[in-house]
């Protein structure tokens, strides 16, 4: 198993996003605004949905990190650390699933 984490990635996207756009595609991407890089996350999480329907594995496993790559170009282009997507994850944990979801929504 690998030892890459997520927080790797996210070190690699925020290097890759103060190179060139000659020598990065990360860098490429967040030129073009966020509303691009927003709209590529939107359709890996379409393309990782639908991997997961087909039920193949391996498929799913690359959309995912195609997936998770493209979240973290969106935080990187907003300013958002992972630590603080993190810390909400964390907050939510006090609540069970089903309560957490009832009291974003209001109730």
Do not use: N
């Given at each position: 198993?690998?030892?890459?984490?997520?927080?790797?990635?996210?070190?690699?996207?925020?290097?890759?996003?103060?190179?060139?756009?000659?020598?990065?595609?990360?860098?490429?991407?967040?030129?073009?605004?966020?509303?691009?890089?927003?709209?590529?996350?939107?359709?890996e999480?379409?393309?990782?949905?639908?991997?997961?329907?087909?039920?193949?594995r391996?498929?799913?496993?690359?959309?995912?990190?195609?997936?998770?790559?493209?979240?973290?170009?969106?935080?990187?282009?907003?300013?958002?650390?992972?630590?603080?997507?993190?810390?909400?994850?964390?907050?939510?944990?006090?609540?069970?699933?089903?309560?957490?979801?009832?009291?974003?929504?209001?109730?």
């Amino acid at each position: 198993m690998s030892t890459f984490t997520l927080h790797d990635l996210e070190t690699r996207v925020h290097e890759r996003a103060a190179a060139s756009p000659e020598q990065s595609y990360t860098r490429k991407l967040i030129d073009k605004g966020v509303a691009h890089c927003a709209k590529k996350l939107g359709e890996e999480a379409v393309e990782t949905a639908l991997a997961a329907v087909a039920e193949d594995r391996e498929h799913l496993i690359g959309e995912a990190a195609d997936l998770l790559y493209h979240l973290l170009v969106v935080l990187e282009a907003r300013g958002v650390r992972l630590a603080e997507v993190e810390a909400v994850l964390a907050a939510r944990t006090a609540y069970s699933g089903l309560d957490e979801k009832a009291a974003r929504k209001g109730g």
